[in-house]
């Protein structure tokens, strides 16, 4: 496949340049990542952290790796330290070059321009409130986080929540997870095969998940970028799991109460800053494919 190289003049780092952006990516994403682990070896659940390695399926030791993205030379790189088959090196430089990309990888890379291109082009809507974590754990069948957090009101009290106000759920992957009895509660039936024609930038999920698509396009583009989506979805699910039926007061968190009308009220504040900041995200995210598709 014939790609061109760059699109203009990429720039050179020094070594002592992009080591220091290595050095201060790994520190903030140790962060993070220190603590899980150490939850982890000690069975720790977390209600709001866990999502990273349940939800998501990119590992801490891939997160805490730099990669300076397309469009960028390193000097004074080990060959060693960059050994992914899509860095040449040569003269004591090191870059990513876009003529070593599969045809798989291509097609993927373009089908996730293409959804955050889309995604970006719609209205945001504002009005779900939550709702999809609710839905989850109607009629107490199956309860997602039981082993997380407790619930913090009645079952019977969730249920008529769920069943007295509307849903609209545009996103697979929280309403593939909706208890079979709440499934037709929802106005909307994204599947994995419909997620193009569905996800809208007001939804909260569509923006938790620019961290899927940035890791999903790494090393292509930069660890900076993967890490400012990895920081923004950890924002938007504290949002998520403030809303949900859940009791988080002993991990600090206080719940926003959408079962009324001023906790509603709070979500589609939250929603919708959540939103605006999500637009200049995704944005960088579609310039940088597109840079790197040549588009």
């Given at each position: ?204 999920h569509a923006n ?57 009220r709070e979500y ?28």
């Amino acid at each position: 496949m014939n790609v061109p190289f760059y699109n203009s003049q990429p720039p050179i780092l020094s070594a002592v340049t992009w080591q220091s952006r290595a050095l201060e990516h790994r520190k903030m994403i140790e962060t993070i990542s220190v603590p899980m682990r150490a939850r982890k070896s000690h069975q720790e659940k977390h209600p709001v952290y866990d999502f990273l390695h349940t939800y998501y399926s990119y590992s801490f030791g891939r997160l805490e790796r730099w990669h300076p993205g397309f469009g960028v030379i390193l000097e004074g790189a080990d060959p060693t330290q960059f050994s992914e088959k899509y860095y040449r090196h040569s003269d004591r430089l090191t870059s990513i070059d876009s003529s070593l990309l599969t045809e798989k990888g291509h097609d993927r890379l373009k089908w996730v321009h293409n959804l955050l291109s889309l995604t970006q082009s719609r209205p945001p809507h504002f009005a779900c409130h939550g709702l999809h974590e609710w839905a989850m754990v109607y009629s107490g069948a199956d309860i997602r986080h039981r082993e997380s957090a407790p619930l913090r009101l009645p079952q019977e009290e969730i249920d008529d929540l769920v069943a007295s106000r509307p849903i609209a759920c545009s996103h697979f992957d929280a309403f593939r997870f909706f208890a079979p009895d709440a499934v037709a509660f929802n106005k909307l039936s994204p599947t994995l095969l419909t997620r193009e024609e569905h996800e809208q930038p007001g939804c909260l999920h569509a923006n938790m998940d620019l961290y899927k698509w940035a890791y999903k396009s790494s090393p292509w583009i930069s660890s900076d970028l993967l890490r400012e989506t990895l920081f923004f979805a950890i924002e938007a699910r504290e949002i998520d799991m403030r809303a949900a039926p859940y009791d988080l007061t002993p991990w600090g968190y206080q719940p926003i109460k959408v079962e009324t009308s001023d906790g509603r009220r709070e979500y589609e504040r939250e929603q919708h800053a959540l939103y605006l900041r999500a637009l200049k995200l995704r944005e960088k995210l579609i310039n940088a494919l597109a840079e790197i598709l040549a588009i």
